[in-house]
């Protein structure tokens, strides 16, 4: 995500960067790749029967993700 803001940058100095690969789909792919990874840990979460505090975490993780998410777009 961090990688988004130095796109000008990246083209300057004719980097080959993630960012400049995946153009204007980068949200949409950071999107994809979050949903996997917290619903991978919220499967973990489960399997090891953690609690509340654990689903707490996990929240307002999720809701921090989203908010990153409208600050890129």
Known sequence: MYAMTDQDDDRKLGLKSTALLLGTEAPN?????QALFFAGIAYVGMLCRLNWPYGLAL??????????????R
């Open 29 to 33: 792919i950071l999107v994809l790749l």
């Open 59 to 72: 929240l307002i993780s999720i809701g921090l993700s989203v908010y990153q998410q409208y600050l890129i």
